[in-house]
């Protein structure tokens, strides 16, 4: 279906044909075609992810796992399906270690609940670090409250690394969780987050990893990985939105207790005591968003369909044009340097306020996000309060990288 021959050809991906599998791609804004830079913000979705969800609720709708009927027991079948293709994306040993859940920020707080129930007490601590979403900092804030525990933060460096150094030192006896973000939102960078579980492994500690912003520029193994728990959210990755998934070792998800009560996670119910479903189905109480679950099967049979080495090659074919374009401009700085990066363009211009140059770039038909992009404690490092940020997909052109140069140098001349 797509040519994925000769991954050193920007063609190998064969990137008009893969515009037109975006209808959203294909309008005009303000009269001119539409630059969407926002993907790290959410992802547009593939014709068939679209065509599915239609065909899902105009053919098969019906709720999973409780009827005997054609209806029920087919759309089971599809659930179940997805779990595996989810599954086998991860490389995750068995298939009850993939939760479905409403998406990264829902996983995490499973993780901080219920492992935070089953295994913190007073006085330890949980380790972050400085470059997280606020969705891998509150839950553990709110957790730390619940059982008067400690949470650690490592720092970066101005180029938006980790101090690993600063890790190995604040990993201690007290430490009970690592939780770290693999590819920052803000800054592009991509954290060795193997070489993380490693150190933290050699103490006997578990590490989360918020995959949000790296399960969709290549493929992720999470046995190599070595992670206990790997979360993302389905939007990030051409899926639907209102979908997302956990993963956890077995060994962790049989001990921690469930999330929330309801229908399908139990064994059974009686007034006096309950008893709970197994894995996976112990932490997916109440109706799954089935459609959506499905939608994410789909857009993952997309993904690996172009291949996931074709989508990071060309990504960094745009992440260094960009990179070199950008950096070309006088007066622009960029923030998030590091060696290890994806296509992510975090700056701001001149002393002009970001808010100011994403509503001119609006008005051009460039979509970008301004703002903190919910990473606050990371930009009190740089002493600004947000920036401008344009993050690309592999449905994203070296032509509209060119665009947004001239935009910016038009910007500029109108501020002088
Ligand atoms: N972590 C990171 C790094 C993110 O970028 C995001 C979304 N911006 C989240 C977590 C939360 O994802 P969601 O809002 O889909 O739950």
Redesign the pocket.
């Known amino acids: 279906m797509y040519e994925t021959k000769n991954t050193h050809k920007i063609s190998a991906l064969n990137v008009t044909k893969i515009r037109n599998d975006f209808p959203v791609l294909n309008q005009e804004v303000y009269g001119k075609a539409l630059i969407y830079f926002d993907n790290?913000?959410t992802t547009q979705k593939p014709r068939v992810v679209i065509d599915i969800i239609n065909k899902l609720y105009s053919e098969h709708n019906s709720n999973v796992h409780r009827g005997v009927h054609y209806l029920s027991e087919q759309i089971t079948k599809m659930y179940e399906s997805a779990r595996k293709k989810v599954q086998d994306y991860l490389n995750a040993r068995y298939n009850h270690e993939i939760i479905f859940t409403s998406?990264?920020?829902?996983s995490?707080n499973i993780v901080a609940y219920s492992f935070g129930e089953a295994y913190v007490k007073k006085n330890d601590e949980i380790i972050i670090s400085e470059m997280e979403?606020h969705?891998?900092i509150v839950p553990w804030q709110m957790m730390c409250k619940r059982k008067g525990a400690k949470l650690k933060v490592i720092s970066i460096n101005n180029k938006g690394e980790l101090l690993l150094d600063e890790y190995k030192k604040i990993i201690n006896s007290r430490t009970k969780l690592v939780a770290i973000?693999h590819?920052?939102?803000s800054l592009g960078t991509i954290n060795p987050v193997k070489e993380i579980v490693a150190i933290a492994h050699k103490n006997n500690i578990p590490v989360l990893i918020?995959g949000?912003?790296a399960i969709q520029h290549g493929s992720i193994d999470v046995q190599d990985i070595d992670c206990d728990f790997y979360v993302f959210?389905g939007?990030?990755i051409y899926g639907p939105t209102g979908v997302?998934v956990l993963y956890g070792k077995e060994r962790w998800l049989q001990e921690m207790p469930p999330y929330q009560g309801g229908g399908d996670m139990i064994e059974r119910v009686r007034f006096e005591r309950t008893t709970y479903d197994e894995l996976p189905f112990k932490f997916e109480a109440g109706t799954p968003n089935y459609i959506g679950v499905i939608g994410v099967g789909a857009a993952l049979d997309y993904l690996t369909g172009i291949g996931l080495d074709n989508i990071k090659n060309y990504e960094k074919k745009l992440l260094d044009y960009g990179t070199a374009k950008l950096t070309a401009l006088n007066e622009l700085k960029l923030y998030g340097t590091a060696e290890n990066k994806t296509c992510i363009f975090s700056f701001l211009l001149n002393n002009i306020h970001p808010y100011d140059v994403g509503m001119l770039l609006d008005k051009m038909s460039i979509a970008v996000r301004t703002g903190h992009?919910?990473t606050q404690p990371l930009w009190e490092h740089y002493k600004i309060e947000g920036s401008i940020r344009a993050s690309l997909a592999f449905y994203n052109t070296l032509e509209e990288i060119d665009s947004l140069y001239e935009a910016l140098k038009k910007i500029q001349k109108m501020f002088k």
Request: proline content about 0%; overall charge negative.
């Open positions: 790290a913000a998406g990264a920020t829902d995490i979403h969705s891998n973000v590819v920052s939102n918020d949000a912003q959210s939007h990030k997302g992009h919910c």
